[in-house]
């Protein structure tokens, strides 16, 4: 099992450029989580999606950006016209089982670090 | 609205030593009680996961408690090494089970 997958790990945009963020959950897991650690700052929800659904995008801003996960292939985090504030390392978390189970532990990757120049 | 605070920010302490990370969180109604540990460049590791009903959790040399009523939490680390050193994270997984509210962090640098 080769873990939560992202990439790419690092990207470079200019201001008012499109940035794609992919995640490759784990194998068997349906839950995807975004997370972002602004610098200075600690990890900040974003999304929650499962196949096909955002099931809780109360930690997204109301603009520019969107998430999906669909039926196949990896979910991703789309920003649209980035701004040097979106610079950041964006994380990528996935479960087998909604998380509330109680003791479903979240597998994170190793993030994409966004530079908007 | 959860806020989860860590305390200390950062920690250095001789390989060897026996230590405790702090967090506090201001929401009781959690469903569990999570601990990372994050290196330089890398995502989350998982290391111990205390669900609501639970008191403490251990996994070789680390041991995490749980006081709910409280809103406490603390990871101990037991004969520290060199290897120990990393950001440790606190998260409080909400009721809904969709959203971790993470603590600020510490930085444990564990020195030979």
């Known amino acids: 099992n080769a873990g939560v997958m992202q990439n790419p790990r690092h990207l470079v945009r200019r201001r008012g450029q499109e940035a794609r963020l992919r995640c490759s959950p784990m194998k068997g897991h349906s839950h995807v989580y975004w997370y972002r650690q602004l610098p200075e700052e600690g990890l900040k929800f974003m999304v929650y999606?499962?196949?096909?659904?955002?099931?809780?995008e109360s930690g997204m801003p109301k603009e520019r950006f969107s998430a999906e996960f669909p039926k196949e292939g990896p979910s991703i985090l789309r920003i649209q016209q980035v701004v040097r504030g979106d610079s950041a390392a964006y994380f990528c978390?996935?479960?087998?089982?909604?998380?509330?189970?109680?003791?479903?532990?979240?597998?994170f990757g190793s993030g994409t670090q966004l530079s908007v120049l | 609205k959860q806020e989860v605070t860590q305390i200390p920010a950062a920690l250095s302490v001789p390989e060897g030593e026996n230590l405790v990370l702090n967090c506090s969180f201001t929401?009781?109604?959690?469903?569990?009680l999570q601990w990372f540990r994050q290196d330089p460049g890398k995502g989350l590791t998982s290391l111990l996961l205390?669900?609501?009903?639970?008191r403490e959790q251990t996994s070789g040399r680390l041991n995490a408690s749980l006081d709910k009523s409280s809103g406490r939490s603390t990871l101990y680390i037991a004969a520290s090494q060199p290897g120990d050193s990393a950001t440790y994270l606190c998260a409080a997984l909400n009721n809904a089970g969709n959203m971790l509210t993470f603590g600020g962090g510490t930085r444990l640098m564990v020195k030979p």
């Open positions: 999606l499962q196949k096909e659904n955002i099931i809780d």
């Open positions: 929401d009781s109604a959690i469903y569990n």
């Open positions: 205390i669900q609501s009903s639970q």
């Open positions: 978390a996935s479960s087998p089982l909604w998380a509330g189970q109680g003791s479903e532990k979240l597998f």
